[in-house]
Nanobody
Framework: QVQLVESGGGSVQAGGSLTLSCAAS????????MGWFRQAPGKEREFVAA????????FNKDSVKGRFTISRDNNKKTVYLQMNSLKPDDTAVYYC???????????????WGQGTQVTVSS
């Protein structure tokens, strides 16, 4: 089964940018649909974006459309989340996940990373 490790989190001021990376192990990364989720303190984990196995087609949560972009490089076994125009409400632990179905539902994903903290100050 695929294993995932996120990186790239940190602290930025509102309006700044960060790029999160999620590196996968295993030989079948290109067959997985990938997603990004986030969980803010005291809140449930929520869907952010997903991408198909071949990198065509995205599905972004409404609140991040136009600001966040998901992409993947199957040769590098890595999925990215480019985050621009960050807002304090984007503060959360961000998780990447791998699944067999292109979905916004967390229970459709079968492997998760450990998460990376993103903090946006006003």
């Amino acid at each position: 089964q695929v294993q995932l490790v996120e990186s790239g989190g940190g602290s930025v001021q509102a309006g700044g940018s960060l790029t999160l990376s999620c590196a996968a192990s295993g030989r079948t990364f290109s067959s997985y649909r990938m997603g990004w989720f986030r969980q803010a303190p005291g809140k449930e984990r929520e869907f952010v974006a997903a991408i198909t196995s071949n990198g065509y087609g995205e599905f972004n949560k409404d609140s991040v459309k136009g600001r966040f972009t998901i992409s993947r490089d199957n040769n590098k076994k890595t999925v990215y989340l480019q985050m621009n125009s960050l807002k304090p409400d984007d503060t959360a632990v961000y998780y990447c996940a791998a699944g067999r179905i292109f979905s916004s539902l967390s229970n459709e994903y079968i492997a998760w990373g450990q998460g990376t903290q993103v903090t946006v100050s006003s």
